[in-house]
């Protein structure tokens, strides 16, 4: 635990933004034109309370800041794969204000000593939140620079005691079939499942995310509580996360039941091995669309070579892709 104390809290920070927002343009409103506008401003103020995403506050990793320009919040929370809430980019945003998220418990069972449930409250102050900006390369060729919020996986699976037998981890999304029109598709064995080696899961720059750009994670990023796992490609950082399980054997995730043929276990950004539909030689940055905008290399392991590597040492990873 670090020293870090958490500066003194504005009213506009704890205030879901869209409402402050909605709040002051009430007030501008109420200033300038007749009573009978204003009150109908309210109605939307209150309709927005339910959707809109609360400030969270957290401080700037010392070590994790990519010098990358990030990309636009507008572009991060609109373009997105979330299958849950259907096949098309911009199906998550579209949708995934069903999802509910609150009251939410996260469960860590399996090969440990003491299994618990967590609920947000919980999580949020297990451990200090922290800032990181980290790149995310999706399997399809495009990439993005997020300033997430959360803290080192570690600190949460190190409070259960895992077991001798613990080899690997397991995370298992949420089912809402009530409010995830994806889940009457049947191209994933639902719920979305991914996994890791315990050494990965254990690794510091594995984040546990709770936000993104200052505020609480929207639904469409995987609220309340997700994976970012950097060095992988995109679909390993599994979002709405309920459960997370220690097992002896490597567990089978989603996306390798489903097409086998194309993915594997590790899934680490590689550029020297393609996928069967992609070449993973380089990626577009989301954003940078225009026709001029080069395509930039794909860098081994997305470019955290120096932290995760030794990891792999000895492994061949054209085999173990
Ligand atoms: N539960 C769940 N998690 C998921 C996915 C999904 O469909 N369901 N898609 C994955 C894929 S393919 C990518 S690229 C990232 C996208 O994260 P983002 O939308 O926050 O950029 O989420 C991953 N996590
Ligand atoms: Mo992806």
């Keep these: 635990m670090s020293s870090y104390r958490y500066p003194r809290i504005r009213s506009s920070e704890i205030t879901p933004e869209e409402v402050w927002k909605s709040r002051r ?37 010392a070590q994790y800041m990519l010098m990358e320009a990030k990309t636009s919040e507008k572009d991060a929370t609109s373009y997105n794969n979330f299958y849950e809430f259907g096949m098309d980019k911009d199906d998550p945003k579209r949708y995934a204000d069903k999802l509910r998220t609150s009251p939410w418990t996260l469960t860590i069972e399996g090969e440990v000593v003491s299994p618990m449930t967590f609920d947000l409250d919980g999580l949020r102050k297990l451990a200090p939140l922290e800032e990181r900006i980290y790149r995310l390369r999706c399997v399809e060729g495009w990439s993005m620079v997020i300033p997430w919020i959360g803290y080192s996986l570690s600190a949460l699976l190190k409070q259960v005691q895992p077991t001798g037998n613990a080899k690997y981890v397991e995370f298992i999304s949420a089912m809402q079939p009530e409010n995830m029109p994806g889940l009457r598709g049947s191209s994933i064995d639902w719920p979305y499942t991914e996994g890791l080696r315990l050494d990965e899961a254990m690794h510091p720059l594995t984040l546990l995310t709770l936000g993104m750009y200052g505020k609480v994670l929207p639904n469409q990023n995987g609220a309340p509580v997700r994976l970012t796992v950097p060095w992988k490609y995109g679909f390993k950082s599994a979002k709405s996360i309920v459960k997370i399980r220690f097992v002896e054997k490597q567990p089978v995730s989603s996306w390798m039941k489903s097409i086998p043929s194309e993915y594997g276990f590790y899934s680490n950004v590689n550029p020297e091995v393609s996928h069967p539909r992609w070449s993973q030689a380089t990626e577009r940055r989301i954003g940078e669309d225009s026709l001029f905008a080069p395509k930039r290399k794909t860098l081994m392991f997305n470019g955290y070579g120096q932290e995760v590597a030794s990891l792999y040492q000895g492994m061949d990873l054209r085999k173990n892709f």
Excluded: E, F
């Excluded at 103020?45 to 339910?50: G, P």
């Design 25 to 61: 343009q009430w007030m501008i409103a109420a200033g300038a034109a007749t009573l009978g506008a204003a009150t109908q401003a309210w109605p939307v103020a209150a309709r927005a309370s339910t959707a809109a995403t609360a400030a969270l506050q957290a401080r700037p990793s």
